[in-house]
């Protein structure tokens, strides 16, 4: 499974911004998606998740509310869509498929950096 994600920037605090994570690979074998995040001298922390065929959805408190995940099957893809950004959510941004009960495969990373 590969996986690349797009969609970072620099955006104003209160702005909005939509990462894409397109699939390739042996995608009928990905139970869920998700999107992780890891901020400069931080750990890396989950952000929302996506069941690949039921739609089921989770989200840390953190961006419950403000952040949308939502996947297109036909594109392999999974978007998440970060609506009132504030200046804490500046961080590396990574897509992840989950086989089972591990994310195995990872995405290379895209920046989001909020300004105040």
């Known amino acids: 499974v590969q996986l690349q994600a797009s969609g970072g920037g620099l955006v104003q605090a209160g702005g909005s911004l939509r990462l894409s994570c397109v699939t390739s690979?042996?995608?009928?074998?990905?139970?869920?998606m998700g999107w992780f995040r890891q901020a400069p001298g931080k750990e890396r922390e989950f952000v929302a998740a996506i069941d690949w065929t039921g739609g089921n959805t989770v989200y840390t408190s953190s961006t419950k509310g403000r952040f949308t995940i939502s996947r297109d099957n036909a594109k392999n893809t999974v978007y998440v869509q970060m609506n009132s950004l504030k200046p804490e959510d500046t961080a590396v941004y990574f897509c992840?498929?989950?086989?089972?009960?591990?994310?195995?495969?990872w995405g290379q990373g895209t920046q989001v950096t909020v300004s105040s």
């Open positions: 992840a498929a989950k086989l089972g009960t591990n994310y195995a495969y």
């Open positions: 690979g042996r995608t009928l074998s990905i139970d869920a």
